[in-house]
């Protein structure tokens, strides 16, 4: 298997780039595994080698969140865990877990509460993956066996590879486009990818699960995660509804703003600013008598100083779409004296492109405006729902240059 998975990378190696990193014989290898399809391949690819083993990361539990729930199914990481020590048993390699619930609560959870009372869109997702899996989860590693020491094995659909021309390690796009996770790593630090090793990122989906079924692993048929694990084990469900279990009401109004007059009136309210995002559909009830407020309503914009939500009709009003944004806080994964001359480049070029969300069709950025506290971007077309607090990732072509937050939209 690990034979066949190095003809791969052969055969799909990327033009102006090494083949991807082989550990040597007796190296540490720490595969970070999550109970899924995609981490227990990893596992079994390095299975092999002499010193390696399986770590899970715990970073929720029920005393995280609002307690246990009678009647409720297992939790999902106690589930997870139980399939880790399977696969680990069935593979033979030692297998451990290891708790980070504090650092995900107070390095994630807690700014994303934050964010999202202020009136923000924020990703926990990436901020898991900056602070927890490739922060906290290192410094655990660099202790137990020193920095630089060991490699760090993840089921991440991405790519690590090393420029021909350069000594410097870059992060790309996955090989298979439909699994993407790039734009979740693209907080991640410049230097955590020195010890990083992504298989899955030269393989397609179809792949990884012909082979878990070809390894007869004990949870090859288990289906993909669906969504974040605390909000799939909170009493509701529903993201809105869980977040109301952490964040204090603050009810304000549902307004509509007139084009021409600048009128505002009051047709609802709104539990906090946080109760909804730029784009989303609002279940209020309009006069539908009066064709002037027939159809569905959106929010366009939302105002924490005011708390008022605004809303639009239509889910293509072209109040919902921007085409320029300003973005700070960039987490760059170029070389920072080199940044300046690489976003040039690349747009020169027209090779330069943005996401605000995974998985979304790259857009072109047309112009970019370097400031102080980071940098205006304009699209080469206007966008549906960009919202502040996002993450705006940059790409020169597949390759990841950074991403920072989205501040304002235009």
């Not at 692993?217 to 869980?242: E, M, W, Y």
């Not at 959106?298 to 939500?309: A, G």
């Amino acid at each position: 298997m690990y034979k066949s998975f190095i003809d791969i990378c052969a055969r799909r190696q990327t033009a102006g780039y090494r083949l991807p990193r082989v550990p040597s014989t007796h190296d540490n290898i720490i595969v970070a595994m999550s109970g899924g399809v995609d981490s227990s391949v990893c596992a079994a690819l390095y299975a092999h080698f002499p010193k390696v083993r399986g770590l899970y990361m715990q970073n929720w539990s029920q005393t995280s969140g609002s307690g246990p729930v009678e009647g409720k199914a297992e939790p999902c990481y106690e589930q997870d865990w139980k399939d880790i020590e399977k696969v680990g048993a069935y593979l033979n390699i030692p297998v451990e877990r290891v708790n980070f619930e504090r650092d995900y609560w107070l390095d994630v959870f807690e700014p994303m509460l934050q964010r999202y009372q202020q009136g923000y869109t924020p990703n926990p997702d990436i901020g898991c993956n900056r602070f927890v899996k490739f922060g906290a989860l290192r410094e655990h590693l660099d202790k137990e066996y020193g920095r630089g020491n060991y490699w760090l094995v993840t089921g991440h659909y991405a790519r690590i590879l090393s420029p021909q021309t350069r000594r410097e390690t870059h992060l790309l796009r996955s090989h298979y486009a439909p699994k993407d996770q790039s734009y979740y790593l693209s907080q991640v630090g410049r230097e955590a990818l020195a010890d990083l090793l992504m298989p899955m990122g030269f393989l397609t989906k179809p792949e990884v699960r012909q082979w878990a079924a070809e390894l007869h692993l004990p949870n090859a048929t288990k289906p993909d995660s669906q969504g974040i694990c605390f909000v799939n084990n909170s009493q509701h469900g529903r993201f809105q509804n869980f977040l109301q279990e952490y964040l204090p009401s603050s009810v304000g109004h549902i307004v509509t703003v007139e084009e021409e007059s600048g009128t505002r009136r009051i047709w609802g309210q709104h539990r906090g600013i946080w109760s909804y995002t730029i784009g989303q559909r609002v279940g209020i009830s309009l006069p539908q008598g009066d064709p002037k407020y027939q159809g569905a309503w959106y929010v366009s914009h939302k105002d924490p100083k005011t708390n008022t939500i605004e809303i639009v009709k239509g889910r293509d009003n072209r109040a919902l779409y921007k085409d320029t944004l300003s973005v700070s806080d960039f987490e760059s994964l170029v070389p920072p004296e080199d940044l300046a001359s690489t976003l040039e480049a690349a747009m020169t070029n027209g090779e330069l492109y943005m996401q605000f969300r995974s998985l979304q069709q790259a857009v072109k950025v047309t112009r970019l405006q370097l400031q102080d506290s980071g940098f205006e971007l304009q699209l080469a077309t206007a966008q549906r729902a960009m919202a502040p607090g996002q993450y705006c990732c940059l790409y020169h072509n597949d390759r990841v240059l950074g991403s920072g937050t989205v501040r304002a939209t235009f």
